[in-house]
């Protein structure tokens, strides 16, 4: 399973992105999607994630302003960042996780900047 992200950018505090998941055409929709980020020096960390049953988590810090969602027909998914603070910068990568989490797959990344 291949994935490739886009939408990322340079965005001014307050703003909105839409970010883009596209996945190869082995993607199944029992795979879980899922939305992860690194800033520099930090850990990567789950920022959302929702099931081939549409169930969604999000992290505490993004909650209220992100949304998660996905379209199987279309193999992709979506992370729609609203209200963005400068603590959001940083590379988002787009994974893809098999029934059981036997395998994850991810994405190049697309560098999101929130400044002034």
């Known amino acids: 399973v291949q994935l490739v992200e886009s939408g990322g950018g340079l965005v001014q505090p307050g703003g909105s992105l839409r970010l883009s998941c596209a996945a190869s055409?082995?993607?199944?929709?029992?795979?879980?999607m899922g939305w992860y980020r690194q800033a520099p020096g930090k850990q990567r960390e789950l920022v959302a994630r929702?099931?081939?049953?549409?169930?969604?988590n999000y992290a505490d810090s993004v909650l209220g302003r992100f949304t998660i969602s996905r379209d199987n027909a279309m193999k992709m998914a979506y992370l729609q960042m609203n209200d963005l603070k400068l603590g959001d910068t940083a590379v988002y990568y787009c994974n893809a996780e098999s029934p059981s989490a036997r395998y994850h797959y991810w994405g190049p990344g697309t560098q999101v900047t929130v400044s002034s």
């Open positions: 929702i099931t081939s049953g549409d169930n969604v």
């Open positions: 055409v082995r993607f199944s929709s029992t795979y879980a």
